[in-house]
């Protein structure tokens, strides 16, 4: 054969090899690459994770370690490769790279890379940044399906105002302590186990409208004539008459519900409270004090029988002592460790009282001739200091601050009186209310203090007092209740009203 036909022959069997290629079977592409099955490249992530690394039917592989943006962070000999990722310890809203390599026995190797987005954020999801807001509202925090929280802080320009470890993530923020007209922030932290934490921040403006708002109300089921919240402004107790007294939860004072009715021997006409132990007075059946430290229920502890009625009481802490008055005397009963009563004096009145106030080491006695001081420094042998400080009409109400004295003196109005030299009270200011002002309330506010009073028929009226402006009262708001406004409680910028068939939960704004 020549050279010539040699060269043809080449050329066939290349032709035919080409032709013929397409019929043989092909090596597939992965075949020599591992790949990051999970997540995939471009996707979404976000709390934890595990990526897995997949080497198909790749010999020879020694081991394979695991880079997330150029650290790396695991390593692995052994099928099947897993490594759990918690994303929390890196930033979240950007990209982070995965990079696998799978190291061969001839000391090549092989490999993949992808990119994710990690999305790990709590959400402040109420209020909305940039909005405005009034009065009080609710700060909800969102976390998500994100595990490992520990807790969540919440802070509002700045200073710490909730620590909560279990969802939801709630805080009622009363706005009233925040200056009106400007921006406030509010941040949340969400503490995860790890000791890394995520968080977002808001910022909203406060709105406050001026005047009386009403907050809440709640239909008693008895009649409501005195109430007392507690200590944290989480509960409420109501006296309600012949139905005892009623416990509310007020921890969200915008939706108060009913807890519990304790079943008293007599007419639940006054309260007191302190810590867990509530004090009630029942009329013609004594006084009865009762741990309330239970949320469902509370507990008798002791019943003391006065000998004629009490019809008021106060305890006051500093020595274990409970003051009652007893329609025509003043009982003075000791509290023991068991927070039993053991008694330890009294002091007749020739009139009837209606209302007590303690004031250091002085009782004042508001009655139905007027006001009556007695020192009980010695509770076994109190004595009155000077004699009755004499009122047009009864003093039904009685509040004690400091070295005034401030009366509810129904049909005659409201009334201070300056103690600061005893035995001889002396008359600062009065104020007809054209109504029936039955109890008082009081906040110190720096120049003018203000006093908030419970008028059975005009309802809510709140007064600016005037000290050192000729000792007047000015008139600021009213607000008709709507029931018979018998007694009122101002603890921490909220106003509490027994209000005959129903309590009101009040915030006034100047």
Same mark, same amino acid.
């Given at each position: 054969?020549?050279?010539?036909?040699?060269?043809?022959?080449?050329?066939?069997?290349?032709?035919?090899?080409?032709?013929?290629?397409?019929?043989?079977?092909?090596?597939?592409?992965?075949?020599?690459?591992?790949?990051?099955?999970?997540?995939?490249?471009?996707?979404?992530?976000?709390?934890?994770?595990?990526?897995?690394?997949?080497?198909?039917?790749?010999? *020879?592989?020694?081991? /394979? #370690? =695991? @880079? +997330?943006?150029?650290? !790396? %962070?695991? &390593?692995?000999?052994?099928? $099947?490769?897993?490594?759990?990722?918690?994303?929390?310890?890196?930033?979240?809203?950007?990209?982070?790279?995965?990079?696998?390599?799978?190291?061969?026995?001839?000391?090549?190797?092989?490999?993949?890379?992808?990119?994710?987005?990690?999305?790990?954020?709590?959400?402040?999801?109420?209020?909305?940044?940039?909005?405005?807001?009034?009065?009080?509202?609710?700060?909800?925090?969102?976390?998500?399906?994100?595990? *490992?929280?520990?807790? /969540? #802080? =919440? @802070? +509002?320009?700045?200073? !710490? %105002?909730? &620590?909560?470890?279990?969802? $939801?993530?709630?805080?009622?923020?009363?706005?009233?302590?925040?200056?009106?007209?400007?921006?406030?922030?509010?941040?949340?932290?969400?503490?995860?186990?790890?000791?890394?934490?995520?968080?977002?921040?808001?910022?909203?403006?406060?709105?406050?409208?001026?005047?009386?708002?009403?907050?809440?109300?709640?239909?008693?089921?008895?009649?409501?004539?005195?109430?007392?919240?507690?200590?944290?402004?989480?509960?409420?107790?109501?006296?309600?008459?012949?139905?005892?007294?009623?416990?509310?939860?007020?921890?969200?004072?915008?939706? $108060?519900?009913?807890?519990?009715?304790?079943?008293?021997?007599?007419?639940?006409?006054?309260?007191?409270?302190?810590?867990?132990?509530?004090?009630?007075?029942?009329?013609?059946?004594?006084?009865?004090?009762?741990?309330?430290?239970?949320?469902?229920?509370?507990?008798?502890?002791?019943?003391?029988?006065?000998?004629?009625?009490?019809?008021?009481?106060?305890?006051?802490?500093?020595?274990?002592?409970?003051?009652?008055?007893?329609?025509?005397?003043?009982?003075?009963?000791?509290?023991?460790?068991?927070?039993?009563?053991?008694?330890?004096?009294?002091?007749?009145?020739?009139?009837?009282?209606?209302?007590?106030?303690?004031?250091?080491?002085?009782?004042?006695?508001?009655?139905?001739?007027?006001?009556?001081?007695?020192?009980?420094?010695?509770?076994?042998?109190?004595?009155?200091?000077?004699?009755?400080?004499?009122?047009?009409?009864?003093?039904?109400?009685?509040?004690?601050?400091?070295?005034?004295?401030?009366?509810?003196?129904?049909?005659?109005?409201?009334?201070?009186?300056?103690?600061?030299?005893?035995?001889?009270?002396?008359?600062?200011?009065?104020?007809?209310?054209?109504?029936?002002?039955?109890?008082?309330?009081?906040?110190?506010?720096?120049?003018?203090?203000?006093?908030?009073?419970?008028?059975?028929?005009?309802?809510?009226?709140?007064?600016?007092?005037?000290?050192?402006?000729?000792?007047?009262?000015?008139?600021?708001?009213?607000?008709?209740?709507?029931?018979?406004?018998?007694?009122?409680?101002?603890?921490?910028?909220?106003?509490?009203?027994?209000?005959?068939?129903?309590?009101?939960?009040?915030?006034?704004?100047?």
């Amino acid at each position: 054969m020549t050279n010539k036909s040699l060269l043809i022959l080449a050329l066939l069997l290349a032709i035919s090899d080409l032709i013929g290629c397409n019929n043989k079977p092909t090596t597939p592409m992965d075949q020599n690459k591992i790949s990051i099955s999970y997540p995939q490249s471009g996707a979404t992530i976000g709390d934890s994770i595990t990526v897995i690394v997949s080497a198909g039917s790749i010999a *020879g592989i020694t081991r /394979i #370690d =695991l @880079y +997330i943006d150029g650290d !790396s %962070v695991f &390593t692995d000999a052994n099928p $099947p490769y897993r490594y759990f990722w918690s994303t929390h310890n890196v930033q979240s809203g950007v990209s982070h790279s995965i990079y696998a390599v799978a190291w061969l026995a001839d000391t090549s190797y092989i490999s993949d890379s992808i990119t994710v987005m990690v999305a790990n954020k709590i959400f402040i999801s109420y209020p909305q940044s940039g909005a405005t807001i009034g009065d009080s509202i609710t700060v909800i925090v969102s976390a998500g399906s994100i595990t *490992g929280i520990t807790r /969540i #802080d =919440l @802070y +509002i320009d700045g200073d !710490s %105002v909730f &620590t909560d470890a279990n969802p $939801p993530y709630r805080y009622f923020w009363s706005t009233h302590n925040v200056q009106s007209g400007v921006s406030h922030s509010v941040y949340a932290v969400a503490w995860l186990a790890d000791t890394s934490y995520i968080s977002d921040s808001i910022t909203v403006m406060v709105e406050i409208v001026s005047g009386i708002h009403i907050i809440s109300e709640f239909q008693t089921t008895g009649s409501a004539v005195k109430l007392i919240p507690s200590d944290n402004a989480a509960r409420l107790y109501v006296a309600a008459s012949d139905n005892g007294v009623e416990a509310y939860d007020i921890s969200n004072p915008y939706t $108060p519900f009913f807890l519990y009715n304790i079943n008293t021997n007599g007419s639940a006409v006054a309260v007191d409270t302190w810590q867990e132990y509530l004090f009630i007075a029942e009329g013609s059946n004594g006084v009865s004090v009762w741990n309330v430290s239970n949320p469902d229920s509370a507990v008798f502890m002791d019943r003391y029988d006065t000998p004629e009625g009490a019809v008021n009481l106060e305890f006051d802490p500093s020595d274990s002592m409970l003051y009652i008055a007893d329609s025509y005397s003043l009982q003075i009963l000791e509290m023991d460790a068991l927070f039993h009563f053991d008694y330890r004096g009294s002091l007749q009145t020739a009139t009837a009282l209606n209302d007590i106030a303690v004031n250091g080491n002085y009782v004042h006695l508001g009655s139905a001739d007027g006001l009556m001081i007695a020192d009980v420094s010695n509770p076994s042998n109190p004595a009155y200091v000077g004699g009755i400080y004499h009122t047009a009409t009864p003093i039904v109400g009685l509040l004690s601050f400091a070295g005034h004295d401030y009366l509810a003196k129904g049909a005659g109005g409201i009334e201070i009186v300056s103690f600061g030299i005893l035995p001889s009270p002396e008359s600062q200011a009065d104020f007809n209310t054209n109504g029936a002002a039955q109890m008082i309330a009081f906040r110190n506010g720096g120049d003018s203090d203000y006093i908030y009073v419970a008028d059975g028929i005009n309802g809510v009226m709140i007064f600016n007092y005037l000290e050192s402006d000729s000792s007047r009262i000015v008139s600021l708001e009213n607000i008709d209740t709507q029931g018979y406004a018998y007694d009122i409680v101002y603890q921490a910028g909220l106003i509490y009203v027994a209000d005959n068939a129903r309590f009101l939960i009040l915030r006034y704004v100047e």
